[in-house]
């Protein structure tokens, strides 16, 4: 397995202000992941954060709102732009050391927005 | 899209058993992943199954049947601390992505 941390690890933000949150792995890995989990809700994916190039974003999710950055194997950001409340949500890092593998999670962050 | 029912709720007591179904409907399969999620915190991996068959761990074990796209986690000898919310997660053929199912709560009583 890999060990994650994210940070922060949670935070209260002003509507129409942006977030970055980091993930930071202990080894390098293959796939870093970008989830949101709303209250009550089970995981929906944000994008697929790729090394050197532009993420991979699933529908409903754009760049613009989502800018995600991936410099290296071991480390990759997620912003939240122009933030609103409907925006509260805990926001989950994954990796797969290797590409097919099991998915390991981050403690996520848990962001509100007023 | 992808299709993947679990029950919203369950309610067991300490120390009895609880099976929690999963089924499945997706654009090919390679892999069926049960995680284990507390309140308030991450998913944890509990098991993953890819061919058919009955996979045990300890007092956790999850089953498969790729003909008729179902998998089940069993929880034996349930503790107050099993209580949470247990996901089940479907890698189509052909995808490194996961989807996942709505999860199903299970409240341990004494």
């Known amino acids: 397995s890999a060990v994650i941390s994210q940070k922060p690890s949670r935070d209260i933000c002003q509507r129409g202000t942006s977030l970055t949150i980091q993930c930071q792995v202990d080894s390098q890995v293959t796939m870093m992941f970008w989830y949101r989990q709303q209250p009550g809700q089970s995981l929906t994916l944000i994008a697929t954060?790729?090394?050197?190039?532009?993420?991979?974003?699933e529908s409903g999710f754009v760049i613009d709102k989502f800018p995600i950055s991936r410099p290296n194997l071991t480390f990759s950001t997620l912003t939240v732009s122009n933030m609103s409340p409907e925006d509260s949500s805990i926001y989950l890092c994954?990796?797969?050391?290797?590409?097919?593998?099991?998915?390991?999670f981050g403690p996520g962050t848990r962001l509100l927005v007023l | 899209g992808q299709n993947i029912d679990q029950p919203t709720e369950m309610t067991a007591t300490e120390g009895a058993i609880v099976q929690i179904n999963c089924t499945y409907q997706t654009s090919g399969f390679n892999g069926l992943f049960w995680y284990q999620q507390h309140a308030g915190e991450a998913p944890t991996f509990l098991s993953y199954n890819v061919l058919d068959g009955l996979e045990e761990k300890g007092r956790f074990s999850s089953f498969l049947s790729r003909s008729k796209g179902y998998s089940y986690l069993l929880l034996k000898e349930l503790q107050m601390k099993d209580s949470a919310s247990y996901l089940c997660?479907?890698?189509?053929?052909?995808?490194?992505?996961?989807?996942f199912g709505a999860g199903t709560t299970v409240t341990v009583r004494a």
């Open positions: 997660a479907v890698r189509p053929s052909n995808d490194y992505k996961l989807s």
């Open positions: 954060a790729n090394q050197g190039s532009e993420a991979t974003y």
């Open positions: 994954s990796v797969e050391i290797q590409r097919g593998e099991t998915q390991y």
